[in-house]
């Protein structure tokens, strides 16, 4: 899916509202903009625009003279002033937008991204101005930072960072997380697989794959049923325990915990690796769109399924460094930040798929950007959520111009850890959102992989082949670029 989650609508896979995140302090309760007290101070809601080394939350913050209160939906803040009347005034002068009205949503957030030159001297400098080094990330001859305020976050402090020499660029670190809504097996006569000449899996749970009749996977597996690509599932973790999943797995990283041995201690990516690779033909459970595929289990969200950019940021690189060929994202949230883009940039140069869910908020993309799904890239592939009528699932989200195709994402049965918030003492359940749709994509474009003519095919190429054999259907003309959903019978 603001915070980055594992979804939606808040996040691609639920429709509930994302909690709030550990890293970046609790959200305060919704309430009104404050109206100036007897001491002159008064909170604004400023909505700016980036300028120079500063992303537009803080340069809200710097062009506000004032102290941040905490941040807003949209790349706003909320900040206290003083003299109200002539600082707004100055600000809309200056391009800004400007309320007195406190949005339902502030997040408190003392964590800055800072991208500075490799090699910085700037530790005592930032030390000084009221900073700590939580964290580096050494990336192309830069070094991300992540930092923590010390003091307050105020128009000083930003234009004493503003001011290092080394700086390159300056954001806050948005917070990431991943509502999901439990599902139910869905309503409709048609669940099994009735292709005619199709290969179907011996797997016991399989006729409840709706999903795999839908996008015609099982003509598909006529051809081809594995591959040796490389699929990076960047999420919560993955239980490489799981009977329908071990043996799957490549060495990943959980930078949850900082250790390479991965957990999922939540479910969603769990879920979502067996809709991508869960072994078919097992004589157990389901069956992944590609039956024999490599995992790269790549962990940022905690047992909360909540994490940050800057952890996000390291999983994206990190995959992108030991072999991905997909990367698989059904997760979302937060605001622009030029560090994520910059990473899955990266992951562009490199010829990697980044398949991201749409979100779940029901929102029109092209309005109101979602990102990671609404970064400018050739290598995104975003995602919308069908339901078994091919109707566009109330909860997700659709743009003309930002999201390109749909896919199963209402009752979607997969694995899951016998314990945790998602988890099931029979390894399997139903769950729903654009967060299950994405992984239909993930593992086809595996699939596709697969091929001996397309085992050598980058991004672009991949992202080719999948839009332009989309199946259409009426509900999602004007909703997504193709006007269709995922169709992977061609393959045959």
Not at 193 to 213: C, H, Q, R, T, V
Not at 314 to 337: C, E, H, L, P, Q
Request: glycine share 12%; hydrophobic share 40%; aromatic share 6%.
């Amino acid at each position: 899916m603001y915070k980055l989650s594992v979804a939606g609508a808040m996040f691609a896979c639920l429709l509930a509202a994302a909690p709030a995140s550990a890293q970046n302090g609790k959200g305060k309760e919704p309430g009104k903009g404050k109206e100036p007290d007897k001491g002159g101070k008064s909170e604004l809601v400023i909505h700016a625009k980036a300028a120079g080394k500063l992303s537009p939350r803080l340069n809200a913050v710097k062009m506000s003279g004032g102290q941040l209160v905490g941040t807003a939906p949209n790349n706003g803040v909320v900040v206290s002033v003083s003299d109200p009347a002539k600082v707004e005034k100055k600000l809309r002068d200056a391009g800004a937008k400007v309320g007195r009205e406190r949005p339902d949503k502030v997040q408190q957030n003392q964590r800055l991204l800072l991208t500075v030159k490799k090699g910085d001297k700037m530790e005592a400098g930032l030390k000084k101005a009221g900073l700590k080094i939580l964290d580096r990330h050494s990336v192309e001859g830069s070094t991300l930072l992540l930092v923590e305020v010390t003091g307050k976050l105020d128009a000083k402090l930003v234009g004493e960072i503003e001011k290092f020499a080394e700086l390159e660029h300056a954001e806050m670190d948005n917070a990431l997380s991943v509502p999901v809504q439990p599902s139910v097996a869905p309503k409709n006569d048609k669940l099994g697989i009735e292709s005619i000449g199709a290969k179907l899996p011996n797997d016991p749970e399989f006729p409840k794959l709706w999903g795999m009749n839908n996008i015609r996977a099982p003509i598909a597996w006529n051809k081809v049923v594995k591959s040796s690509a490389v699929v990076a599932v960047i999420d919560t973790g993955v239980d490489g325990t799981h009977e329908d999943l071990k043996g799957r797995l490549v060495p990943g990283f959980d930078f949850v915990r900082n250790v390479p041995n991965v957990i999922d201690e939540f479910g969603h990516g769990t879920h979502c690796a067996g809709t991508i690779g869960a072994i078919g033909h097992n004589k157990k459970g389901v069956a992944g769109v590609c039956w024999e595929v490599k995992i790269m289990p790549v962990r940022f969200l905690d047992k909360n399924g909540s994490g940050s950019t800057f952890n996000a940021v390291k999983a994206i690189d990190f995959a992108r460094t030991k072999g991905a060929r997909v990367m698989s994202n059904s997760w979302g949230g937060g605001s622009y930040s030029k560090a994520l883009d910059d990473a899955i940039g990266r992951a562009e140069k490199a010829g990697i798929l980044f398949v991201a869910a749409a979100g779940n908020s029901g929102a029109d993309n092209d309005a109101t950007p979602f990102y990671p799904a609404s970064y400018k890239h050739g290598n995104i592939l975003v995602v919308a959520a069908i339901d078994v009528t091919d109707q566009k699932a109330g909860f997700s989200n659709f743009g003309k111009k930002s999201v390109h195709l749909g896919a199963p994402g209402v009752g979607i049965f997969s694995t899951v850890p016998k314990s945790g918030p998602l988890g099931d003492p029979s390894g399997y359940r139903f769950l729903q959102g654009t967060s299950m749709a994405t992984p239909h994509v993930s593992g086809s474009a595996a699939l596709i992989l697969g091929l001996q003519a397309h085992k050598n095919d980058k991004a672009t190429q991949l992202r080719s082949e999948i839009l332009k054999h989309v199946r259409k259907v009426p509900a999602l003309n004007g909703k997504t670029t193709t006007g269709g959903t995922l169709d992977i019978g061609f393959i045959n």
